[in-house]
């Protein structure tokens, strides 16, 4: 039995963009306000979510704060700790969950499912399912999977 990771773009190929996508970018910011932001879509934010605003070009970290507020309507996020100076089109929210999972395919996903519950998510557990199937679990658990 041969083992395969799918990095990229599924032919073994990963560009600069291809890291962006693994690092699960949550939303573009769009605008900014006081303690909140503007986002250019929340689907994958959910209150309470912990998030981590970055430096597109350079990966450099803005700040972590927690979601406390979302409105759908306008998009807007409202969260807690300091305020912090986002730049539209500058900044992008990630989920910091991914941050330190930096390869790509089936690997980062038996890590995902691992970290939110290593008692069910056994190496046992993981052999017997599909790239589809830890997708389907980590959405499940409201997790952003390469931007799926």
Do not use: C, W
């Amino acid at each position: 039995m041969t083992a395969s990771v799918q990095l990229g773009n599924g032919l073994g190929v990963t560009t600069a963009g291809d890291r962006e996508k693994f690092d699960a970018i949550a939303t573009e910011i769009t605008a900014d306000g006081a303690n909140t932001f503007t986002a250019s879509d929340v689907e994958q934010l959910r209150v309470g979510d912990k998030i981590q605003v970055r430096t597109k070009t350079t990966d450099v970290v803005l700040g972590e704060r927690n979601i406390t507020v979302i409105n759908p309507t306008t998009r807007v996020v409202t969260y807690d700790g300091a305020d912090m100076a986002v730049v539209a089109g500058t900044h992008a929210v990630y989920k910091p969950d991914f941050y330190h999972l930096n390869v790509p395919g089936k690997n980062m996903l038996r890590q995902l499912l691992k970290n939110i519950n290593a008692g069910y998510y056994t190496d046992t557990r993981l052999n017997g399912l599909t790239e589809n199937d830890m997708i389907y679990a980590a959405r499940v658990h409201r997790h952003s999977v390469g931007g799926l």
